[in-house]
């Protein structure tokens, strides 16, 4: 079997990403659920658009993000999405192959335009999205490649494509593809709202499906209905082969191999916007697993790229987070 030339694949929403301030009375006023992603119709999309402050576009989505990252710190990676053929549809292109990730996934010629996230940043730094899909909803098992999976030593799906039936598929079809070539599969939970959505399917994902699990403190707890960390903890070990669980200013929490690595949060000037911390985490850690960095090096990369990304606006890194691939070499200093 061909050794493989990309570290990772992601799989995930192709999404064009409004970033604004807003404050929580705005929330209210149009019935957001704070720090939640929500999916929202054309019509909704347009009205919520025009009230938005001013902000910024720039392609996005979660696996797309996570692609970006890692590519950034000098790791080869790909990425299949759906986009229309369309001016965002261009852009969204654009922007990822400029960050040297391979996107080669035919876009739609016709249906619904490119997606977008709406993406209110209250002072707290919390983040309230708002997705309208678009052409994401025609992501199918005919856009999966075998020769594309075969050539990444890890398939990274988002959970978010278990909204759309046809993602679904594509995800399933994936996964297969990888296991069959001997190939490890990764899973962010992405959202406690959608972990409640499909509980009992992410589950069965989790317990027979998925190598390395990413999920932050509130999404495993939903998983297991449990309020207690330590016992999701516990049962998330006897699951995955590895887990890793981020807790926010608590740091994170990774479990393989019958051990389990406490990592500090890296330190943060100043909290911004958390907006693709989780994102940034899993580029770091899958970084390292690609490169057999240690489990415990691992979490240190996926701290040190989630605390650049948390201190400023937006997804996208500013600084240079190839530096910290080094960094990650010993105790977390200085974010």
């Not at 929403?13 to 604004?20: E, G």
């Not at 369309?86 to 739609?108: C, K, Q, Y």
């Not at 390292?288 to 606006?313: K, V």
Request: net charge negative; hydrophobic share 45%.
């Amino acid at each position: 079997m061909a050794e493989p030339s990309l570290d990772v694949i992601g799989i995930g929403n192709a999404i064009v990403d409004v970033i604004a301030r807003a404050e929580d009375s705005f929330l209210t006023d149009h019935a957001l659920a704070k720090g939640a992603m929500t999916l929202i119709d054309a019509e909704q999309s347009e009205a919520l658009y025009a009230a938005m402050g001013v902000g910024i576009e720039a392609s996005g989505g979660s696996a797309a993000n996570t692609m970006v990252g890692l590519a950034l710190m000098g790791g080869a990676a790909g990425y299949i999405g759906k986009v229309k053929k369309d001016t965002l549809g261009e852009v969204f292109r654009h922007d990822i192959n400029a960050a040297s990730v391979r996107f080669d996934t035919t876009p739609a010629i016709d249906g619904t335009p490119t997606a977008r996230c709406l993406i209110l940043v209250t002072d707290d730094a919390q983040r309230t999205m708002n997705t309208y899909l678009g052409a994401c909803v025609e992501l199918g098992p005919d856009d999966i490649r075998e020769d594309f999976i075969a050539d990444a030593k890890v398939t990274y799906m988002e959970g978010y494509l278990w909204d759309p039936p046809g993602a679904k598929q594509a995800f399933r079809k994936a996964q297969k593809i990888a296991h069959a070539h001997g190939r490890r599969v990764s899973l962010s939970l992405s959202d406690s709202f959608c972990v409640d959505r499909y509980r009992d399917e992410f589950r069965d994902l989790v317990e027979n499906h998925v190598d390395i699990l990413f999920a932050n403190e509130d999404e495993i707890l939903s998983l297991y209905q449990l309020s207690d960390f330590d016992e999701a903890l516990q049962l998330v070990a006897k699951h995955c082969e590895i887990a890793a669980l981020t807790r926010s200013e608590k740091g994170s929490v990774v479990v393989g191999g019958g051990e389990i690595h406490v990592i500090d949060a890296a330190p943060v000037a100043q909290l911004t916007d958390t907006t693709g911390a989780g994102d940034l985490y899993a580029a770091g850690f899958l970084y390292g697993y690609t490169h057999d960095f240690d489990l415990a090096r691992c979490g240190r990369l996926g701290a040190l790229a989630a605390s650049e990304i948390i201190s400023h606006f937006g997804a996208k890194p500013e600084s240079d987070v190839a530096q910290f691939v080094a960094a990650s070499a010993g105790p977390l200093a200085g974010g």
